[in-house]
């Protein structure tokens, strides 16, 4: 079965396959009249196509991301669960079909802590990579600076999200387009993300296979890894001034932790 087809039993018209950036922001859909911009963020290990995509069983038909979440759910709990055939990439083939008047866009940057391939692993902080999100959504958002936006953050993501705004946040006048990121901010929507860190076992045992891998030949970057810490200065930093945007009520919440656990690899 092949996405197209996936896509008209869904109920989303078939459309050509969107050209997703690993770096900057890629647009997804974009209906004429946009009313808001959802931006996905992913996070550590993860990739802007990756990490948004699903498995889809041979059986869905649903017509929504809402239904085919229910659906995906009751079929891991089955004995014999359904055939996958194809991946499924929800912010384009499914989320268009309950969202059709927002523009819908995923933002990619170099999230690995070590590249196996003997290439040069992105030594960028959550200070450097946040810069980098505001310089694409400058661009991103320079034909419509008053519409409103909500940012979707995964993990590592909410970081380098709370970052990005914080800084846009004490902009000065003379960069009056970040000032405008915060001004037009609607929601953030926060998934499996601990605000408090990512446990310091977790960041551990991230930092003994980085330097594993190092030790091996491949380059590595540990400094994202060290800012996830409990008791890291950066975390704190980035906890107490975004309260402070917070208690502004200028936005909108919403935070979904995991009932389950994750994966090692991605963050």
Same mark, same amino acid.
């Given at each position: 079965m092949s996405i197209g087809s996936v896509q008209a039993g869904m109920g989303v018209s078939p459309r050509t396959k969107a050209q997703v950036s690993d770096i900057d922001v890629s647009t997804l859909w974009d209906p004429v009249g946009a009313i808001a911009d959802i931006i996905l963020v992913h996070g550590l290990q993860g990739g802007p196509r990756t990490t948004w995509t699903f498995q889809v069983p041979d059986a869905a038909k649903d017509s929504n991301i809402f239904s085919y979440i229910r659906r995906a759910s009751s079929s891991s709990k089955s004995a014999t669960p359904a055939t996958v055939t194809s991946a499924c990439y929800w912010p384009e083939h499914l989320l268009p079909n309950d969202i059709k008047n927002c523009r819908i866009a995923t933002y990619g940057y170099d999230s690995r802590i070590n590249d196996c391939f003997g290439g040069a692993a992105n030594q960028a902080n959550i200070i450097g990579h946040g810069r980098s999100l505001l310089e694409s959504m400058i661009n991103f958002k320079r034909t419509c600076p008053a519409r409103p936006t909500i940012?979707?953050?995964? *993990?590592?993501?909410?970081?380098?999200? /709370? &970052?990005?705004?914080?800084?846009? /946040?004490?902009? %000065? !006048?003379?960069? %009056?387009?970040?000032?405008?990121?915060? /001004?037009?901010?609607?929601?953030?929507?926060?998934?499996? $993300? %601990?605000? *408090?860190?990512?446990?310091?076992?977790?960041?551990?045992?991230?930092?003994?296979?980085? +330097?594993?891998? $190092?030790?091996?030949?491949?380059?590595?970057?540990? *400094?994202?890894?060290?800012?996830? +810490?409990?008791?890291?200065?950066?975390? &704190?930093?980035?906890?107490? !001034?975004?309260?402070?945007?917070? *208690? &502004?009520?200028?936005?909108?919440?919403?935070?979904?932790? &995991?009932?389950?656990?994750?994966?090692?690899?991605?963050?």
């Open positions: 940012f979707v953050a995964h *993990r590592l993501g909410r970081l380098i999200l /709370k &970052e990005a705004l914080i800084s846009a /946040k004490h902009a %000065p !006048d003379s960069e %009056p387009d970040l000032q405008s990121l915060v /001004k037009t901010l609607s929601g953030i929507v926060f998934m499996g $993300v %601990p605000h *408090r860190g990512a446990g310091d076992n977790f960041v551990d045992w991230g930092l003994m296979m980085q +330097k594993i891998a $190092v030790g091996s030949g491949f380059d590595g970057n540990d *400094r994202v890894l060290r800012d996830l +810490k409990s008791n890291s200065a950066m975390l &704190e930093k980035l906890r107490t !001034d975004f309260a402070y945007m917070l *208690r &502004e009520g200028t936005f909108n919440v919403f935070t979904f932790q &995991e009932g389950k656990g994750f994966a090692a690899t991605t963050f």
